[in-house]
């Protein structure tokens, strides 16, 4: 049998940071899983017709394709508009600790078995049946595409035309979103090559295997001639161009008939290009990173600004060997105290969103695994100018007459590099450097653009850096992956070094590597508490990451164009992520938002 690597990677560029569909990690399985259907119901007396106007970055082909295999090539690939084409078997509702069902009806765990029951007379926009096939393709190409479930299961089979199989080998509370949450493709296009996938795994090749890498580079180079949709969606081909697409109705998809909307439009573009045409009233809705500045441009214009948790943001991150001084936790500690992160954070995202457990995962999914004595245990770090300076003398260092602290005889002198094209981040940066000259460690900045400044962190090419710290997910495993493994112990080049084995003042010696393995063993979360909460008091104590703060999305939406619907402010919906488990998609999809035409 193949051992699978129990390593969880993330490919944390901007927009994969934002929707980590296909290797997220869950949590919360219960033998019959828990969900909610959705429509039918939500549509009744709605205006129907009209269009949604939303946007996206993407490549036009040929670099762009429709292979949803291919990465980020795939048309609009790791956006979160692709569940309305080519949508997963459910999403996660935040708000309420729930599957809303997709393509599947149900799910249940049966001992070691995952059974998922598909919906019914679902077609393909080429008119193929949605079948088991389908699913079962997705999973066998995934095992070679590194999806992280084969971590945990050993085969995938239908059993009948709407019914799946995963049979776990290691049982795994990990595995439900591992399943649930990756966007299905089509077994006519992908078919073929996931037969020979299972054929070389069933006679015992590996990943590692030359035939698998051969596969892989067949797959890579399949250039389907149409989009697939699955979904109440589908790209049409004809409105592909630089500016802007179209996705029209796919009535034979999964809530093809019930989705209110006629077309969708995704104009193409980033932060720069995107902001005028919201300002302008092109589009309804948008995910993109807006400096604070441009959001009250959109206020003024009387566009309405919804805040919901990115579960993730920016950090401080140090090099362990170039940055030698921060190896002394005390140091760390002591930035941490001396950064106002709540001023930080209301520059940056325009809300306090500073961390109160700083236990390297969001403060929302605390609570749900950590005890309320044991969240007492957890320094909030609140801005202290004295606690930051005794602990710098603690660690003996003392202020020179140009008020640099040193320690015999070297001064605390650091560049900070950072993404420039991130507008949030950056401004991020800005602060923190700032904060830290007036504390007196020296800061120079270094900018450049994320394509670059990305390799260079995983390279170790850095002595401080601003990188990203928990990710979108509600089990704590993936925010810990993301904190310590992505881009410390998972780049070929070495990135930040940091050692995770470490001595405590709580613990003693402990090994962090292992927590983040054992806090996902099982299927009972309850079980896991004790690890997740082991983990998250060491975190708070070592800090080997320092969360500046928690990005909440200033995503415009405009009531006065297109589209109505959209829930008030403080509705549960916007619990869930601007980019995972995306709010808006998700009101599409149920019927909730509609045209004012």
Not at 239 to 260: C, I
């Amino acid at each position: 049998m193949e051992k699978v690597e129990r390593t969880f990677r993330y490919n944390v560029n901007r927009r994969r940071f934002l929707r980590d569909s296909t290797l997220a990690t869950l949590g919360l399985v219960a033998a019959a899983c828990a969900g909610v259907q959705v429509p039918g119901g939500g549509t009744s007396g709605k205006k129907k017709g009209g269009e949604f106007h939303g946007a996206w970055p993407y490549d036009l082909p040929p670099k762009g394709t429709y292979n949803y295999f291919a990465g980020a090539t795939g048309l609009l690939a790791g956006g979160v508009y692709t569940d309305l084409f080519i949508p997963s078997l459910a999403m996660w509702n935040w708000a309420d600790g729930k599957w809303i069902y997709f393509l599947a009806e149900s799910s249940k765990l049966s001992g070691n078995v995952f059974e998922v029951k598909l919906r019914p007379n679902l077609k393909w926009a080429d008119g193929a049946a949605f079948t088991s096939k389908d699913v079962v393709t997705t999973y066998q190409i995934g095992r070679m595409e590194g999806f992280g479930i084969w971590s945990y299961i050993d085969k995938v089979e239908a059993a009948g035309d709407l019914t799946v199989n995963f049979n776990y080998k290691t049982p795994s509370s990990l595995g439900e979103r591992l399943i649930l949450r990756n966007a299905i493709r089509p077994d006519s296009q992908f078919g073929a090559i996931a037969k020979k996938a299972a054929d070389f795994y069933a006679a015992g090749k590996t990943t590692t295997s030359d035939e698998i890498k051969a596969l892989r580079t067949e797959l890579a180079a399949l250039r389907p001639t149409a989009p697939p949709s699955i979904g109440p969606y589908k790209i049409d081909p004809a409105s592909v161009n630089e500016a802007q697409l179209t996705l029209t109705r796919n009535e034979t998809g999964l809530f093809g008939k019930d989705v209110n909307f006629d077309k969708v439009v995704i104009y193409n573009g980033e932060t720069t290009q995107v902001t005028p045409l919201v300002l302008a009233g092109d589009i309804d809705y948008a995910t993109h990173g807006f400096p604070t500045a441009t959001e009250k441009g959109f206020t003024d214009a009387g566009l309405r600004i919804m805040r919901s948790p990115a579960y993730s943001g920016p950090a401080l991150v140090f090099h362990w060997e170039k940055a030698a001084a921060f190896q002394d936790k005390r140091l760390r500690q002591a930035i941490a105290y001396a950064v106002n992160r709540g001023e930080l954070a209301k520059i940056t995202f325009g809300v306090d969103s500073q961390q109160k457990f700083m236990a390297g995962i969001p403060d929302e999914i605390v609570p749900l695994w950590v005890n309320e004595a044991d969240q007492k245990k957890l320094n909030a770090y609140a801005n202290d100018q004295k606690k930051a300076s005794d602990l710098m003398t603690a660690a003996g260092y003392a202020k020179g007459s140009d008020g640099i602290w040193a320690k015999g005889g070297t001064k605390l002198e650091f560049e900070l590099y950072f993404p420039s094209d991130f507008a949030d981040w950056s401004a991020s940066a800005d602060y923190l450097q700032k904060s830290l000259n007036t504390f007196g460690i020296k800061i120079t900045p270094r900018g450049a653009i994320r394509s670059t400044q990305l390799p260079d962190v995983n390279e170790g090419k850095f002595q401080l850096a601003i990188m990203g710290w928990a990710i979108g997910n509600p089990h704590p495993q993936g925010s810990y992956v993301q904190d310590l493994r992505t881009h410390n112990t998972t780049p070929a080049g070495g990135g930040y070094k940091y050692p995770l084995k470490q001595k405590t003042d709580a613990f003693g010696d402990i090994d962090l590597n292992a927590l983040i393995d054992e806090m996902g063993v099982g299927f009972d979360t309850n079980a896991q508490k004790a690890t997740v909460t082991k983990m998250a008091l060491a975190f708070n104590e070592l800090l080997p990451v320092i969360p500046l703060a928690e990005r909440f999305g200033n995503n415009p939406i405009n009531e006065k164009a297109r589209v109505t619907g959209w829930k008030p402010d403080g509705d549960k919906v916007y619990k869930n992520s601007f980019g995972t488990d995306n709010f808006t998609v998700l009101m599409i999809m149920d019927g909730t938002l509609y045209t004012t035409k």
